[in-house]
């Protein structure tokens, strides 16, 4: 069985400034794949970012980067010059390969950008 | 562009009685999965289809049904309402290219269900 574990229920971050959301994951399957999505207050589920098991590079997708470390099973969630729309609910989860569509998730931060 | 249409977006029940939730894509996707979200806890999945005629179970499968007669429709039914069934209800769906699913899953605006 796969497992997320998001350990910061809540985070502020002031505008302009970096925030790190941090994401570890447990799985004995070696290829999978790990992605976070964005919930904001209006409940739609947006996806920001995908790190596959095997890429050697990290994701970037704008100001959104994932600090991906194998050996340690982590998937950190970067926002560089976070922005007040930026203040939502975020989800790290993991899909295996070959598991069709089925997501892990995990519990979510809650991130707040103050100005 | 419609994406994943779900319906309704807002349902109260009451304890016992029964209701679909409806989930349409128009992208030919192969995959799809209905999730529940409660505060606390994230999206748990609850019966996911690889493909018309094929459905599965999930993680928190009791109490629900699906069925896949198209690639389109993918509903999921409640056959005796219960308050633990109080929710945020999402359907997702995923393509394929070439082998692999595609990265993005793609997911509906969400059901709010209430049984009282």
């Known amino acids: 069985a796969q497992k997320i574990t998001q350990t910061q229920p809540g985070m502020f971050v002031q505008e302009k400034e970096a925030v790190t959301l941090d994401c570890t994951y447990d799985?004995?399957?070696?290829?999978?794949?790990l992605f976070w999505y964005k919930q904001p207050s209006s409940g739609e589920m947006i996806f920001l970012i995908y790190?596959?098991?095997?890429?050697?590079q990290n994701a970037t997708e704008g100001r959104y980067s994932l600090n991906f470390q194998k050996a340690r099973k982590s998937a950190n969630l970067v926002i560089s010059a976070s922005q007040l729309g930026d203040s939502a609910m975020y989800f790290c989860?993991?899909?295996?390969?070959?598991?069709?569509?089925?997501?892990?998730f995990g519990t979510g931060t809650q991130l707040k950008v103050e100005l | 562009n419609a994406g994943v249409t779900q319906t309704p977006k807002f349902q109260v029940l009451k304890t016992g009685q029964s209701m679909t939730l409806q989930c349409a894509q128009d992208m030919n996707h192969e995959y799809m999965s209905w999730y529940r979200q409660d505060p606390g806890m994230g999206l748990r999945l609850i019966h996911y289809?690889?493909?018309?005629?094929?459905?599965d179970q999930g993680e928190v499968p009791n109490g629900y049904n699906v069925s896949r007669s198209t690639t389109e429709d993918f509903p999921l039914r409640l056959l005796s309402a219960a308050p633990s069934q109080t929710s945020v209800y999402f359907c997702a769906s995923s393509g394929r290219t070439g082998g692999a699913v595609n990265t993005e899953a793609f997911f509906g605006q969400g059901t709010r269900l209430t049984v009282v």
């Open positions: 790190q596959g098991s095997y890429d050697e």
């Open positions: 989860a993991m899909r295996i390969t070959g598991g069709g569509n089925k997501l892990t």
């Open positions: 799985t004995s399957d070696q290829s999978y794949g």
């Open positions: 289809s690889v493909g018309a005629g094929i459905t």
